[in-house]
């Protein structure tokens, strides 16, 4: 429910109330016109939103909140094309006072003109998510993969990333890989919502934001309150899930230890494809436990509308046909601009569920089949943000495996914000500078001169107050100067295969702060079918460092007869992580942090540690610890 007062709660109650609806318009341009309630067409304005579909309750789910108008307004339709609508509805409260309450943001896809009026139909900022997704191989957690799509559609994430790291999955790595059923950034949020056992919706405020489902009752909807309604004679309520593995083509199946409730079908999830069968045991149960919440009455009812409500929002009804004791949530509403508001909740009945079988192990057609002479390709982009200083920084690695012997290309593209160190320059200017020197006349040198009767001069004679010109001297100067310039910075890559490094072929740029481009390209002979294959792209810089930012950087591998997923070889990587300390007597060292990672599709146990005991150094014959 949207924060509103005690008092805002109270008047919404009354059997009589005072409101008015307001409104605002802006254009592309910047236009801005208002709009009053006087302005609205009686019984024309509406605001519908949804968060599961018309059976049954789900996860993930991504709909676009619809809104219509009709006003008394002569502005130019043409110019309405993507423009904002806000709603505004202001109720009287104790005191005499109006409390406003923002009912949402949209933007306008019709525009119709009549003789006198403007029609408009407009969508919340879900519909930006409806953007082509390019089906990148990528890795990340989900706060990762949500600031991908909020920076990719332009719409700002109301959740915060402690919120979202700190839910039962958030901090758990995900992976898409090509082969997917992903076609748009909102395809992608519905797969995130899934794993983090919620929904989606966009906000009063125009933010996307992850809502889940509740069992605490934000209010309670008595008989008074209602004109109609209809209530279920069953409790929807889920104590399994079921998500199918794409390796081994069957719906694995997931409950809690009484399993005689719903089962939710997750379908075939990408980010909960891979992995040990542990995590995905894991995922699943963090899953099932945000979803064994659910235990609501299905209903539909009209009632006398409180436009706090929100989607996801539990209920209590009282009075009438309705069960005090039993909860309710909203999974739709419509709310009539001066009218009546419907509230509904769908759900299905448990007891139908159990005449049918809950492990759906007929999946045939999930997994594309690799076609004689189809060009297959494997891509990338980063959900994660690089820094490239003096070392290597891993910023592009693809698995990837063929059907038969072949050759593929690689291409990559990465956008890099390098800052230059700055450098000291010195230098000597050298030149002539000429000097204007004045020079007397005395008008005694022509006459003789002056002299006394002791013979000895008037003293006037160099005194240069005589009347003359200047003479020009020319000395020649050299002078040191100093000045801070912008340096080059060198970016150095380096190419890896199969955790051999490419020594052939070493690509290098140099370049001044800014923002660059990076173009790679790299042809592979004679690949070995039926193996997986790994190719990495390091970067660093030298004389400067550079950043790359999340989608910054982008790669896919071509070639025909490439697998549509690559298997697991056995293959084990193991990353340390140096950062410099030092010892006690000044001697600088480096000190060491190792980090296993282990993914086997087989029960084992995951742990490792190194242990060194008391170390002598030569020359100073004092034992160290380091653990």
């Known amino acids: 429910m949207y924060p509103v007062s005690e008092a805002f709660l109270r008047a919404v109650q009354e059997n009589t109330r005072r409101y008015y609806w307001t409104g605002r318009i802006t254009t592309k341009g910047g236009a801005v016109y208002p709009f009053g309630y ?24 991504v709909y676009a909140a619809e809104m219509g108008v009709t006003l008394f307004s002569q502005v130019d339709r043409y110019t309405l094309d993507g423009a904002k609508v806000e709603l505004f509805y202001h109720l009287r409260v104790e005191g005499g006072g109006f409390e406003e309450v923002p009912m949402g943001i949209f933007e306008v896809s019709e525009a119709n003109r009549t003789a006198h009026c403007l029609e408009l139909k407009a969508y919340d900022y879900m519909l930006r998510f409806e953007k082509s997704f390019n089906g990148f191989e990528s890795v990340g957690n989900a706060w990762a993969f949500l600031e991908l799509c909020c920076k990719s559609c332009g719409v700002e994430m109301e959740n915060t990333r402690a919120e979202i790291e700190g839910m039962p999955n958030g901090r758990e790595l995900l992976s898409i890989y090509p082969e997917n059923d992903i076609g748009t950034y909102r395809d992608v949020l519905f797969f995130v919502g899934q794993v983090l056992g919620g929904f989606f919706c966009i906000n009063r405020r125009g933010r996307l934001e992850l809502r889940k489902y509740g069992a605490e009752p934000v209010m309670e909807v008595q008989g008074r309150h209602r004109f109609s309604s209809s209530f279920s004679d069953f409790i929807t309520r889920y104590t399994a899930v079921s998500s199918t593995n794409l390796r081994t083509q069957t719906a694995e199946y997931y409950a809690l230890d009484t399993d005689d409730g719903l089962t939710m079908n997750l ?42 409500l929100d989607l996801g929002d539990v209920l209590t009804f009282s009075g009438g046909q309705a069960d005090g004791e039993q909860v309710t949530c909203i999974t739709s509403f419509q709310c009539r601009i001066g009218g009546r508001q419907s509230l509904k909740c769908v759900g299905k009945n448990p007891r139908l569920a159990q005449a049918k079988s809950k492990n759906d192990k007929n999946i045939s057609g999930l997994l594309n089949q690799i076609e004689a002479g189809k060009v297959g390709i494997h891509t990338f982009t980063n959900a994660s943000a690089y820094t490239v200083a003096e070392d290597n920084v891993r910023i592009i690695s693809i698995e990837f495996a063929a059907k038969e012997e072949t050759h593929v290309q690689f291409f990559g593209q990465a956008v890099v914000d390098v800052r230059a160190a700055q450098e000291e320059r010195t230098a000597s200017a050298s030149g002539s500078i000429v000097v204007p020197i004045p020079v007397g006349t005395d008008a005694g040198a022509e006459t003789g001169g002056n002299r006394d009767s002791a013979g000895e001069d008037d003293g006037r004679a160099g005194d240069g ?71 990495n792209v390091y970067l660093r810089m030298e004389n400067g460092t550079g950043e790359i930012e999340t989608g910054g950087c982008i790669a896919s591998i071509s070639g025909q007869g490439m697998a549509a997923a690559a298997a697991w070889d056995g293959t084990v990587t193991v990353e340390e992580y140096v950062s410099r300390f030092a010892f006690g007597g000044g001697l600088g060292m480096k000190g060491f942090a190792g980090e296993m990672g282990i993914e086997t599709m087989e029960l084992v146990r995951k742990s490792y540690a190194d242990s060194i005991g008391k170390v002598l150094i030569g020359a100073f014959g004092k034992p160290i610890d380091l653990a």
Do not use: M
């Open 38 to 61: 006087e302005d609205i067409v009686k019984g024309s304005g509406y605001i519908f939103a949804q968060c599961c579909g018309s059976a049954e309750i789900e996860l993930g789910t």
């Open 267 to 308: 379908g075939v999830n990408p980010l909960l494809q891979f992995g040990l069968e542990e995590t995905r045991r894991q995922l699943c149960g963090n899953i099932l436990a945000d979803l064994s919440v659910v235990n609501y009455v299905p209903f539909d009812s009209s009632t006398i509308g409180n436009p706090a």
């Open 465 to 535: 107050s005589g009347t003359g010109g200047s003479t020009d001297i020319t000395v020649e100067v050299e002078l040191p100067v100093t000045w801070t310039e912008d340096g080059k910075a060198v970016a150095y890559v380096t190419y890896e295969f199969n955790d051999s490094e490419i020594l052939a072929h070493r690509p290098a740029e140099t370049w001044g702060s800014g923002k660059h481009i990076l173009s790679l390209y790299y042809p592979i002979d004679n690949l070995v079918p039926n193996i997986t294959n790994t190719f």
